[in-house]
């Protein structure tokens, strides 16, 4: 977008960012077909491309079961082909697995339905809903949106409740987890953090400080919401700040872990938010954590670690 004035206008930009899921669309009828990916706001057309179908024929005589056969032939091979297409566009090749989160199938008439029934087994798994729709192309992929937002909305969210009741039953087990920025940050960097579950709302920032003495880093956690701020006197200097999450975005794929994103608005993620400020983890084995050594524990936002 191009515009003359004195502002950045990110609104778009923040859109994009707002999701990280994809979703792929197939929309079918008999003149073609188009395939879709959907991430936040952001469509992106895959393919499409176009057909002729033979159409029933109304007239009787010796060549009617002759006609017939050949539509559905040419009927059975179009559906094969597009059956094709989607495991091209939405199989992994390197993991053998889907690369969306779901697929939404649309169309008019039995084609959609064929489809759903044709389609490769892994892709089948994921399939959420397959819709009925008047057009095809990007007004029936608008239509196609519309129908499932719901169901786009909720498969986010029962991700999410997979993901924290994985957290929460390695807490009630007594067994390999984090919580808390202290250690879920010190066993991300260590490499023994399998999966790091963050709240897209966490406030807190990561603040790099050098000693003024002799040179000595160490890095301070706070939430810029408290009042109560700890001064770190003259023996340190603040030499970068940043937002916590942005950190973790730009950096958690350094250590070989998973990152999930959860928000607060199941009850499961408020639980989190609230009883767990937000930040944990899933260990891939024992680990010896700050937290076990700290006879004197500080509030989170006071926490920190030296290099």
């Keep these: ?4 004035d004195k502002n950045f206008h990110t609104g778009m930009l923040k859109e994009q960012l707002s999701d990280s899921s994809t979703f792929g669309f197939i929309i079918i009828d008999g003149s073609g077909v188009s395939f879709y990916t959907l991430k936040g706001s952001v469509r992106r057309l895959l393919m499409k491309w176009g057909v002729c179908l033979p159409n029933k024929q109304g007239r009787g ?4 079961n002759r006609f017939e056969r050949i539509r559905m032939e040419k009927r059975g091979w179009y559906v094969s082909k597009v059956q094709e297409n ?18 939404i199938i649309g169309g008019s008439a039995d084609l959609k339905n064929e489809l759903a029934k044709k389609l490769d087994p892994r892709l089948v798994r994921v399939v959420a809903a397959v819709v009925d729709i008047q057009y095809n192309g990007d007004i029936g992929l608008n239509e196609a949106i519309h129908q499932t937002s719901d169901i786009l ?3 986010k969210v029962v991700k999410e409740q997979a993901v924290l009741n994985k957290l929460f039953d390695r807490i009630s087990q007594d067994g390999q987890y984090t919580i808390g920025i202290e250690d879920s940050i010190y066993a991300l960097e260590s490499g023994s953090l399998e999966t790091l579950i963050v709240w897209d709302g966490i406030p807190y920032e990561r603040h790099t400080c050098v000693s003024t003495q002799d040179g000595k880093k160490k890095v301070i956690f706070t939430n810029p919401n408290d009042k109560e701020r700890t001064s770190l006197g003259d023996e340190w200097k603040v030499e970068s700040t940043e937002p916590l999450l942005d950190w973790i975005l730009d950096h958690y794929h350094e250590f070989g872990s998973v990152l999930e994103v959860v928000s607060s608005s199941c009850s499961v993620g408020n639980q989190f938010v609230k009883g767990f400020g937000g ?29």
């Design 1 to 4: 977008m191009y515009k003359c």
């Design 61 to 64: 005589g010796q060549s009617k």
């Design 86 to 103: 989607a495991v091209q566009l939405f199989i992994d090749p390197g993991t053998s697995r889907p690369n969306v989160e779901a697929i």
């Design 153 to 155: 909305s909720d498969l």
């Design 279 to 307: 930040i944990g983890g899933i260990l891939r084995y024992e680990l010896d954590l700050p937290s076990n050594h700290d006879e004197n524990p500080v509030d989170e936002e006071e926490e920190e670690y030296e290099w």
